[in-house]
């Protein structure tokens, strides 16, 4: 009996461009890859540490882009290279969601928007008793949307910077007096806040200061408040179950956003010029 010849597809890769944010949103899409190629998730990016911990991933790894031209065996172990991004597409010009429009450039469907990403749980583990004792915190983010490297930080930024913090904190503190105030930030964006509090652990080395902490934080905040960056992705993860008020300037929340959230819409086009006041009001309805 002639012997039947199995042919064995090899895995695909993935590469992933834009912020944090963005490679978030792309955690929607998992499942969905994951069964229609029949292949857990070979990812390349900026910020492969983002999927290390999610059970769809075998693998993600760092991109360099000068790699490109000259490791072509690396790119020979996979049977698809795809680049697939929205942002290098007609979707600019459109008013479709992103994560819809990477949906239909893979060919499949995604019914819930929202992230579906991993933290990693024994860093959980670790950071659980100083968590804990927290008892009730929100989360909040003002600043973001570019990359950070030593002190090139834009502070106008395109219309996503946030730039009534310090009102709104004292607003929180007044209205929450019992919640603990965490904000997200890169050290070279801005002063320290009054009223945010910052911990160290007992050989005084800071807690919660990279993004994977931030990721683990969300899952057990209160709610978080934020603009269309980083930790409003964190946040939505749909995993955790959380809500939250995101505020928006230049970006729209039909398109980058969760109905899931309260969004609210600054008024100027290319700034978040939301007042505080208009802010707490809508707290009421997050609890």
Known sequence: MKKETIIK??????????????????????????????????????????????????DSRFRNDSFLDSCHPF??????????????????????????????????????????FDINKRKEKMLLP????????????????????GNTYDFSNAGRNYNHGQELIYLLKEKFPAHIIIV?????????????????????????????????????CSFFIAIDSALHHMGSNRQFGKRGIVLWGATSPDRF?????????????????ISPEKIMDKTDDIK
């Open 130 to 149: 100083h968590i804990k004792g927290l008892n009730d915190f929100i989360l909040l983010q003002f600043t973001g949307g570019q990359g950070i490297e």
């Open 75 to 116: 790119y020979s172990k996979y049977d698809n290279i795809f680049f697939h991004d929205p942002y290098r597409s007609s979707f600019l010009k459109g008013e479709t969601h992103v994560v819809e429009e990477w949906a239909n450039q893979y060919e499949i469907s995604v019914n819930d928007l929202r992230p579906s």
């Open 9 to 58: 597809m090899k895995p695909n890769l993935h590469c992933i461009e834009g912020g944090v944010g963005k490679h978030l949103q792309f955690t929607a899409l998992f499942e969905e890859l994951v069964n229609k190629y029949n292949h857990q998730l070979v990812i390349s990016s900026g910020y492969p540490e983002l999927f290390n911990f999610c059970p769809q991933v075998a």
């Open 184 to 220: 997200f930030s890169h050290s070279n964006e801005r002063e320290e806040f009054v009223g945010e509090t910052k911990f160290n652990d007992q050989e005084g080395v800071p807690l919660f200061k990279t993004r994977e902490d931030f990721m683990i934080l969300a899952k057990h």
């Open 257 to 273: 956003g969760y109905k899931e959230n309260i969004n609210m819409k600054s008024e100027y086009p290319y700034c978040v010029q």
